[in-house]
């Protein structure tokens, strides 16, 4: 137990940073390795990976995990674990925080898993799946009002439009089947009814047959204040949410948590990882919109900060099928993460901007910075590379406090063009 242990972490952004920061305080890692040593954060953390990461040629990764030790391997997003990175390197013993390609496609297949959530009774939207252009649309005019309409498949958290107009609807099927914005992953079309309420998201470890719950947490997926614009992968999430209570959250259980691991099992899956339900808290109670088969970005942020356990601990146990063994311990409080993204994201984010004010935010007392879409050129300036670029989070007393600590540092943060919401954690 209390050997070093040498870990991979797969991944390069703001989730992965805040798992490595974590990782970094147990006493009982040893090594950490990153595939995403371009990330600054991670760079400071981790020792990159030597060997070219791609599933055509797993078995490079698989020797140098053997060459240096590695018995534990924790995969943050969801790209990898679809594309099956977990069945490749679990064996031999060694240790995957991550479910298999089976588990990944509650979150890599959404008609997949709207079958699963009918089969097994959870409560969700009504849904329809098409794989034909002419048939959405035809489907989407029968309508009294517009639907939601969602690409199949894994779109970076920008595959679902939720139209204000017919019109709209008809048009997002064009954009996902016939111009093909998502590649592959909008052959097929679900289009479900559009629900109201406060949305929360719940995570779940999981360690194929024992469910622990985290903190909650409220995630603001579209790109403006009062939730105008595109969605996106997150703008800012806080935790926890006051929106679920103890009762409602043993409703969650009972009703999702519960029936969709039993689905699972039915299906043969043994899922090791965390389990994300993304719920709409309906009047008729929580339906869930999306599952997530990974920690979600930037809910990782504001959960890590405020997580007391130790998670190496916790991880090992998730993998070792022992999370009744363990206890969740986290800080009392609250956190805010908020996400600086570079101008023109969602769409097309400018890179190569240079960022200014880093030390002085990292300065301001309970804030962490989290680097997701950043560089550092040769000169050692830190650049904009992605459209999240990095998420400021903050832990305080009260989410009043850690949202006013986020907010002071986020505003000493400068690049051309920043977008950052204002009314991160104000719905709490
Ligand atoms: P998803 O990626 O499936 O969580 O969808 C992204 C966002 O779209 C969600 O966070 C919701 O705000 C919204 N959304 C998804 N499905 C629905 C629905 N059935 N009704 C209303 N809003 C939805
Ligand atoms: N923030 C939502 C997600 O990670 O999918």
């Not at 209390?2 to 992965?16: F, H, K, T």
């Not at 992953?185 to 998201?201: K, N």
Request: net charge neutral; glycine share 10%; aromatic share 4%.
């Amino acid at each position: 137990m209390s050997q070093p242990i040498n870990v991979l972490l797969m991944g390069g952004g703001g989730r992965e940073h805040a798992l490595a920061i974590k990782l970094r305080q147990s006493p009982r890692l040893g090594r950490l390795f990153t595939t995403h040593a371009d990330n600054p954060g991670l760079a400071a953390l981790a020792t990159p990976v030597d060997v070219p990461v791609n599933i055509r040629e797993a078995y490079r990764l698989v020797q140098f995990l053997d060459k240096h030790n590695v018995s534990l391997v924790v995969i943050g997003p969801e790209d990898p674990l679809a594309e099956g990175w977990a069945d490749k390197l679990r064996a031999d013993g060694r240790l995957v925080f991550g479910p298999g390609a089976d588990g990944a496609r509650l979150e890599a297949d959404k008609a997949w898993a709207k079958q699963l959530m009918r089969g097994a009774s959870i409560p969700t939207a009504e849904a329809r799946i098409f794989d034909d252009a002419a048939a959405a649309t035809a489907f989407v005019r029968s309508r009294p009002n517009p639907p939601v309409i969602k690409a199949a498949g894994l779109a970076k958290g920008k595959g679902v439009f939720v139209p204000d107009t017919t019109g709209q609807a008809v048009d997002a099927i064009d954009k996902i089947m016939v111009a093909k914005i998502f590649g592959a992953a909008g052959s097929q079309v679900v289009i479900e009814e559009r629900l109201e309420g406060p949305e929360v998201s719940v995570l779940a470890l999981v360690d194929g047959h024992n469910i622990y719950v985290m903190e909650t947490c409220q995630d603001h997926k579209r790109l403006g204040d009062g939730d105008s614009g595109p969605n996106t992968g997150g703008m800012g999430a806080f935790c926890p949410s006051r929106q679920v209570d103890e009762a409602l959250m043993q409703r969650i259980e009972r009703q999702v948590l519960v029936p969709t691991l039993d689905a699972l099992r039915r299906e043969g899956i043994d899922y090791r990882g965390v389990l994300y339900a993304g719920l709409m808290l309906t009047p008729a109670g929580p339906k869930v919109l999306e599952y997530n088969c990974r920690f979600g970005d930037p809910e990782c942020q504001a959960l890590m900060v405020r997580l007391e356990s130790d998670l190496l601990d916790v991880i090992t146990a998730t993998c070792q099928g022992r999370l009744h063994e363990i206890d969740l311990a986290w800080k009392p409080g609250a956190s805010c993460c908020i996400v600086l993204a570079a101008p023109g994201y969602p769409d097309s984010p400018r890179a190569g901007l240079p960022i200014t004010g880093l030390e002085a935010a990292a300065a301001v007392p309970g804030v962490t910075i989290h680097h997701a879409g950043t560089r550092r050129t040769a000169d050692g300036t830190i650049v904009t590379a992605g459209g999240r670029a990095l998420g400021i989070t903050a832990a305080g007393s009260s989410i009043e406090e850690a949202r006013s600590l986020a907010y002071r540092a986020a505003d000493l943060v400068h690049f051309e063009g920043k977008q950052m919401r204002r009314d991160i954690g104000i719905k709490a």
